[in-house]
């Protein structure tokens, strides 16, 4: 580890220490700085997490990732209560410092890269929420005896 204070060439301090407490003040004090209207964000945003998070999170956000059915803990799904609650600074914090079985990324994944994955979540959850076409409109055929 380098030494306490200092910062490995090329890297941020976003002021936040690793632990909920502190996701909560990400989540309160930090914005995302890209709008869910920024094509090439959301395209980037896509690959972080295709790259990063799908492996457990699946590509769907629903916890069903190749890591996860292979016996690693599956992370609960993206469209939960408690996702669904979390400001996008707590996202933001989540995936830098990580959480339970949930390694941080700050290392890997760079600070505009990660508020670009925040976005790629979101749509997740929007896809997650949309409620499939009504089927249930729709009579099934019934059954013929012959």
Partial sequence: LPPEGTLPRGKTDIGYKPGEQEA???G????NPFSADDVEAAARGSDVFRIYCGPCHGGSGRG???VAMRGFPAPPPLNNEKALAMKDGQIFHLIGFGQKNMPGYAVQIQVEDRWKAVLHVRTLQRRLQTPPPA????PAPKEQRP
């Fill in 28 to 31: 309160s004090e930090l914005a």
């Fill in 64 to 66: 069903d990732g190749p």
């Fill in 135 to 138: 089927l249930a409109a729709t």
């Fill in 24 to 26: 909560l003040r990400a």
